[in-house]
């Protein structure tokens, strides 16, 4: 079965740039129905779709679309995460997540664990 | 963006009760609704998409209705293991959008 486990570091400073992967284990990154998500979601509040990328393009949350990289290693079956400038408020746990589209739905419906990302000096 | 309201925000409920959480849309969306139970350290995992298709796995006393607008997630007989946050999120348009969040616990 599909598995997503994301990785990175868990510390960013101030003005720098995030940057996390989302391995995908169990299946290919390539199937033709499936995007691949970001989703946030600070402490105690709750989730922010980020961005998701397919075979031919990538969409983005218009409130973070100037700082948001969404990229897919297809050799690794991986996609990435960049985001730029962090400040505080971009301090969350991080999740990967599939986002299978038909005509019918579109839905998240593997996730990865989590990771927590903290933004400070 | 298309804004997702939740009522209750929280409720307390016993085992075995019938629990119903509503879902409004700020505009139709018409059946692009899904329902996510979120549990404390844990991702969220997908219960019902479409708003009213159960998803694989997903226990049958967990059911959706509506279009358009409104919506509502049942619960029709409460487990243990239900205790938990439960968020609507609209798949009709991007961004996809989440409601606030129902945070169902023991009474």
């Known amino acids: 079965q599909v598995q997503l486990q994301e990785s990175g570091p868990g510390l960013v400073k101030p003005s720098q740039t995030l940057s996390l992967t989302c391995t995908v284990s169990?299946?290919?990154?390539?199937?033709?129905?499936?995007?691949w998500s970001w989703i946030r979601q600070p402490a105690g509040k709750g989730l922010e779709w980020i961005g998701r990328?397919?075979?031919?393009?990538?969409t983005k949350n218009p409130s973070l679309k100037s700082r948001v990289t969404i990229s897919v290693d297809t050799s690794k079956n991986q996609f990435s995460l960049r985001l730029s400038s962090v400040t505080a408020a971009d301090t969350a746990v991080y999740y990967c997540?599939?986002?299978?589209?038909?005509?019918?739905?579109?839905?998240?419906?593997?996730w990865g664990q989590g990771t927590a990302v903290t933004v400070s000096s | 963006d298309i804004q997702m309201t939740q009522s209750p925000s929280s409720l307390s409920a016993s085992v075995g009760d019938r629990v119903t959480i509503t879902c409004r849309a700020s505009?139709?969306?018409?059946?692009?609704l899904n329902w996510y139970q979120q549990k404390p350290g844990k991702a969220p995992k997908l219960l019902i998409y479409?708003?009213?298709s159960l998803q694989s796995g997903v226990p049958s006393r967990f059911s959706g209705s509506g279009s358009g607008t409104d919506f509502t997630l049942t619960i029709s007989s409460l487990q243990p293991e239900d205790f938990a946050t439960y968020y609507c999120?609209?798949?009709?348009?991007?961004?996809?959008?989440f409601g606030p969040g129902t945070k169902v616990d023991i009474k």
């Open positions: 479409a708003a009213s």
């Open positions: 990328i397919y075979i031919s393009g990538s």
């Open positions: 505009q139709s969306i018409s059946s692009y």
């Open positions: 997540a599939r986002d299978r589209v038909t005509l019918e739905y579109d839905a998240f419906d593997i």
């Open positions: 999120q609209q798949s009709y348009s991007t961004p996809g959008t």
């Open positions: 169990g299946g290919s990154i390539s199937s033709g129905s499936d995007y």
